[in-house]
């Protein structure tokens, strides 16, 4: 798959984090949102990351959702260790010739030769410190997915780290760590800052840019250098295609390639025509998917699943509001255990339908499911009903 370069962007970001901005708090931390699959984790390893170290930044990357099995805070740990690894490794031999236990940075804090590579023994603020000075630059830390933090008490434990760490090395204009946070999930995102009890209360949220025109004219300039006689490009199609496809250039690229192949069987179209096509079967297959899934649950799931996607951040599944919804959807009573257990029947489900926080909070797990729901809402066709027209919720066959 092409890459499309967003090097302004990533430009703007890298002063933002700098605090070479007249305004703005990216100093303080970044948080970025976008869905999955439209390019964001892309971005920040072949844009924001080559940006940085072009900046003279030392740069940690590690993505929460690589090793799901793995708890988040020791996945940030390993990342800062290994940022932090090849700096100390002359020190460290340059120590073991001299039969030395432990190397010092700054001055002040040392490391341990034996664990060179590991964080064990040391403090995540005091190896975030460690790399800077050995590194003698600035570093920035990029945590994709980041809300899968909240998902363990560790993870929760190495966010507030990660804020004592930026207390501990910035001051007002010295920006010595920079923290980028993103997320597929605005609203997980934002449960690391609009508490009081968040490791970042009174950061901001930023919605990352979808892909657009600009991208749209890209690729339209390398069909028609490939395919000269496909000039001109209808770009105002594709660009409607790649938005029915949710912005997800994968997606696109996979479509624009079967409507280019001389193995299509839509020779009769135009190839613009063949992609928004496609697009509007994906599109009608993410619904179906989704539709399937909530079909296929039990009475009480539906109810909870119905009270998720309401309430979002409202949501709280055992106070007497949710509990008398869920009697007037399934027409039975209720109780607290059996919405308990609804709710770990979601988490288990593969994928899982419900996210849960390592402090009882719960969200859909794709954050798609919102906007299907708001678009039957606005059609007026929620919820979805089964084949013999009544609706599932009643728990009748």
Not at 2 to 25: M, Q, S
Not at 128 to 146: H, K, N, S, T
């Amino acid at each position: 798959m092409i890459h499309f370069p967003r090097e302004a962007l990533a430009r703007e970001l890298v002063a933002a984090l700098r605090g070479l901005t007249a305004f703005g708090d990216a100093h303080n931390g970044l948080f970025l949102a976008a869905p999955r699959r439209t390019g964001k984790s892309t971005f920040l390893q072949a844009d924001l990351k080559p940006a940085l170290e072009a900046a003279g930044v030392v740069v940690a990357y590690v993505d929460l959702w690589a090793d799901q099995r793995r708890d988040p805070g020791l996945l940030i740990a390993d990342a800062v260790a290994r940022a932090l690894a090849p700096r100390l490794g002359m020190m460290s031999r340059a120590a073991r010739a001299a039969r030395l236990e432990s190397v010092t940075i700054a001055g002040a804090l040392k490391i341990d030769v034996s664990k060179v590579g590991k964080v064990d023994g040391v403090t995540l603020p005091e190896a975030l410190r460690a790399l800077c000075e050995a590194a003698e630059a600035p570093v920035a830390l990029i945590v994709d997915e980041a809300q899968h933090a909240l998902t363990s008490e560790a993870g929760e434990a190495t966010m507030a780290a990660l804020k004592s760490a930026r207390d501990q090395l910035n001051s007002p204009g010295q920006v010595h760590l920079m923290l980028v946070m993103s997320g597929s999930d605005r609203d997980k995102l934002l449960r690391l800052v609009n508490t009081n009890g968040a490791p970042f209360y009174g950061s901001q949220i930023t919605r990352m840019p979808p892909l657009g025109q600009d991208f749209i004219d890209h690729v339209s300039r390398l069909i028609t250098a490939q395919r000269p006689e496909l000039a001109p490009v209808d770009g105002v199609t594709l660009l409607h295609a790649f938005e029915r496809f949710g912005h997800r250039p994968q997606f696109f690229m996979e479509a624009l390639g079967q409507a280019l192949s001389p193995l299509s069987d839509q020779q009769h179209l135009r190839f613009e025509q063949a992609v928004f096509l496609a697009a509007q079967e994906r599109q009608q297959a993410d619904e179906t998917q989704m539709e399937s899934e909530y079909l296929s649950l039990k009475p009480l799931e539906q109810a909870v699943i119905w009270r998720l996607l309401e309430m979002g951040q409202r949501f709280r599944p055992y106070d007497a509001e949710a509990l008398r919804f869920y009697r007037e959807k399934t027409s039975a009573k209720v109780t607290v255990q059996q919405v308990q257990n609804a709710l770990e029947s979601l988490r288990k489900r593969h994928p899982a339908l419900v996210w849960k926080s390592a402090r009882g909070e719960y969200a859909v797990d794709d954050a798609a499911m919102y906007r299907w729901f708001e678009q039957r809402v606005r059609r007026a066709n929620w919820p979805p009903v089964d084949p013999q027209g009544q609706l599932v919720v009643d728990g009748e066959t």
